[in-house]
């Protein structure tokens, strides 16, 4: 590990300091590290390290060097090297320092990561009784966000078909991460946890989010509000020692006995789901088309019984 | 590949280089804080720095790099002046940890003024591409968070997961968390007399009761999930597909998988949550095994029927 750190030390000096893209010979001729090495070595080498780089969040470029494309070299360019400050107060950096201890991304401390970058974790009084896990797995969470900030096509396998989608925007609801975008069926959100063989586009600004796009108003929605059905209005009634619960899911106010509340239903499937989750303390007043549901729903199990 | 561990000492070298050169002369104990160094490891990462540099590696082309007395001085690092951009996962790792907090209702205005500032540097798109929210409907993260951290005991009405019955405790609350999107509080819970993990959305009143509880030496790493118990209820459930999604809600064991169905254990305090699955599920799932599950859905099921008539 030793001889990695001070390889790619050097090679990143020799990448920031070069006034032009260097090839891979030049890299092998001059980097230290790489002189002793076969052919077949130094590629293998010379591959991990880029690797390297790039997980750094080094912006390692790929040059043509001369008008035909014939031959490639490496460059970094010191300004976009660089973070950018954010010009954050004392004040900002301990607040950020504290919600970086208390939140981690998949197991990991991306954000104390970032604070690294950003100058260091600022001390701060005594242990919070408080932490949270956001899940799903940090690397594809990365590479979502930064199509998403690119403007880049991603494809990926979702249930076992494959998918394009214009990321739009990602989001942490109910304990699980959503990227919402535009595929070519129309908007779509699908689960993070549920992406496999996820494939960032190469070209960025490739699209462009629609005005006023914000992702808070399609996470917010119940599940009985989306779904494409045609909108029907129901009147449920729950008892009152339930009722508080409804009412919180349903976003009203408390009640303090039983709970009348009418709500607007587009996903009758999902709704009749909720509503049996209640067992014998809610009942669906009206319309009968949901009424009839329930129906059909609970004589399905009773038929189903062994 | 390259191991997580050679990146993330690269990546505190990339960011303790700018440091040091913007302080001139840095103190080893602020640096040992800020960067999370053990003296032995922040000696090892100098001693490195000092033998990489330019291309001919002589005397002069070489990083300064040494620890005198308290002092940390670096020299000859002009390309290091600044740490690398944020990766992504970085990026959105420190945003999200802000909004985390934003969103539990207990920010300060030093964070949301740094989220906004972040949000502008890193990601100019992002105001409206992300959000993170934990819901917290009750609004008792605060409050329990509050009486963790001065150990006062409080009262709460509590709706119980799988039971589905509403009890009044009092518990001492040791710790306040969130895993799979849901805020728990973990502590002694004088009902149970044993250390309980309670869901906090399911907590309709919390009241401080004015009492102030003695706090274990340490707080267990606390469990979260539903624990079977000897006296639990156990059914088979076969699962047809509009009806996998149970898998990912209730604490579930796969007995077996074919193409067209899932077939599940399921155990619960009683045989009321099972039941209510079952009706709601309809014939997207078949009960295969579980008596007393069956009787309870076929009672529930009747009244039901006598309701909707």
Not at chain 2, 243 to 263: D, H, T
Request: hydrophobic share 40%; charged share 25%; proline share 5%.
């Amino acid at each position: 590990m030793q001889n990695v750190v001070e390889r790619v030390l050097n090679l990143l000096i020799y990448l920031l300091e070069s006034p032009r893209p260097v090839t891979a010979d030049e890299v092998r001729n001059t980097v230290q590290g790489y002189d002793s090495d076969s052919d077949e070595a130094f590629h293998r080498k010379f591959e991990r390290d880029k690797d390297v780089l790039r997980r750094l969040g080094v912006p390692l470029k790929m040059e043509a060097l001369d008008a035909w494309e014939i031959d490639y070299g490496y460059t970094v360019d010191p300004d976009e090297y660089a973070v950018p400050d954010p010009g954050l107060s004392q004040e900002e950096r301990v607040a950020l320092s504290v919600a970086a201890r208390m939140v981690r991304l998949g197991g990991s401390h991306a954000g104390l990561d970032a604070l690294v970058k950003l100058g260091g974790i600022e001390r701060s009084a005594g242990l919070e009784p408080l932490g949270a896990d956001l899940g799903a797995e940090a690397e594809t969470l990365g590479s979502l966000f930064a199509a998403i900030t690119e403007k880049r096509p991603v494809t990926f396998d979702y249930r076992s078909s494959q998918r394009r989608l214009n990321p739009y925007g990602m989001a942490h609801r109910r304990g699980h991460w959503y990227v919402v975008g535009e595929s070519p069926e129309g908007e779509r959100l699908y689960r993070v946890d549920r992406i496999e063989a996820l494939e960032v586009g190469a070209e960025a600004g490739t699209f462009s989010k629609p005005e006023g796009f914000d992702v808070r108003s399609i996470m917010d929605a119940q599940p009985w509000e989306t779904g494409g059905g045609e909108e029907v209005q129901a009147k449920v009634r729950f008892d009152a020692e339930v009722a508080w619960w409804a009412a919180r899911t349903l976003r009203v106010d408390e009640p303090r006995g039983e709970l009348e509340a009418t709500v607007q239903v587009a996903n009758n499937d999902a709704f009749v789901g909720w509503i049996l989750s209640f067992g014998s303390s809610a009942e669906v007043l009206e319309p009968s088309v949901l009424r009839d549901e329930i129906r059909s729903r609970v004589s399905a199990a009773l038929d189903g019984l062994p | 590949m390259t191991s997580s561990r050679t990146i993330s000492r690269l990546s505190r070298i990339l960011a303790l280089i700018p440091y040091v050169l913007e302080q001139g002369v840095a103190d080893v104990d602020d640096l040992l804080e800020r960067f999370g160094y053990t003296r032995d490891q922040l000696t090892r990462d100098l001693n490195t720095v000092f033998v990489c540099g330019l291309p001919g590696y002589g005397p002069g082309d070489l990083m300064e790099a040494y620890i005198d007395e308290d002092d940390v001085i670096i020299d000859a690092a002009d390309y290091f002046t600044n740490a690398p951009r944020l990766s992504p996962t970085e990026a959105l790792g420190l945003l999200a940890a802000g909004m985390t907090v934003i969103g539990m209702g207990d920010a300060t205005p030093a964070l949301e003024s740094a989220v906004s500032k972040l949000t502008r540097a890193a990601v100019p798109d992002a105001e409206s591409a992300l959000t993170v929210d934990l819901v917290d409907e009750s609004q008792n993260v605060s409050k329990l968070r509050e009486a963790a951290s001065d150990h006062r005991v409080v009262s709460i009405t509590y709706r119980s997961v799988g039971k589905e019955e509403t009890t009044q405790r009092a518990i001492e609350p040791w710790a306040v968390f969130a895993t799979l999107g849901r805020w728990y509080v973990m502590g002694y819970c004088r009902m149970a007399e044993d250390e309980r993990t309670f869901r906090v959305d399911r907590i309709r009143d919390l009241q401080f009761s004015g009492e102030v509880f003695e706090p274990p030496a340490s707080v267990p790493e606390p469990v979260v999930g539903y624990t079977a118990s000897a006296d639990d209820v156990v059914c088979v459930i076969d699962l047809l597909a509009n009806a996998y999604w149970v898998l990912e809600y209730y604490p579930v064991e796969i007995v077996s998988e074919s193409k067209s169905k899932i077939r599940i254990r399921f155990s619960a305090p009683d045989p009321e949550l099972p039941a209510r699955l079952l009706l709601r599920l309809g014939r997207d799932a078949r009960l295969v095994k579980g008596p007393e599950v069956a009787a309870r859905v076929s009672e529930l099921g009747q009244s039901l029927l006598e309701t909707y008539r």
